[in-house]
């Protein structure tokens, strides 16, 4: 019932900037956590950024260019993309921890991804 939509991906020249959506619908009491992750051609994916509502943290390679952020009551998270080099070229995901009832467990869940492509 409960999925993550994600926009905003595409083909930008270096040093140029992209902004990535994601937006969280259904049955949904509370989100803990929402984040992004990355996976290139050939390697594993790997965390890129995370927000709890309280605290904010990078991935070494992209602290000081990339910002996340969240709003609309902590349903949509973006991803501000700057100074994008051609290592930043991946799938990039959506990530959240979500509680979809009261006193409810939390349950771990994924959007279908969007590409970015960084290239002259």
């Known amino acids: 019932q409960v999925e993550l939509v994600e926009s905003g991906g595409g083909l930008v020249q270096p040093g140029g900037s992209l902004t990535l959506s994601c937006t969280a619908s259904?049955?949904?009491?509370?989100?803990?956590?929402m984040a992004w992750y990355r996976q290139a051609p050939g390697k594993q994916r790997e965390l890129v950024a995370q927000d709890t509502h309280n605290d904010k943290k990078y991935t070494n390679s992209v602290e000081g260019r990339f910002t996340i952020s969240r709003h609309y009551a902590g349903k949509t998270v973006y991803l501000q993309m700057n100074d994008l080099r051609s290592e930043d070229t991946a799938v990039y995901f959506c990530?959240?921890?979500?509680?979809?009832?009261?006193?409810?467990?939390?349950?771990?869940?994924w959007g279908q991804g969007t590409q970015v492509t960084v290239s002259s």
């Open positions: 259904g049955t949904i009491y509370n989100i803990v956590a």
């Open positions: 990530n959240a921890d979500i509680q979809t009832k009261f006193l409810g467990p939390t349950s771990n869940y």
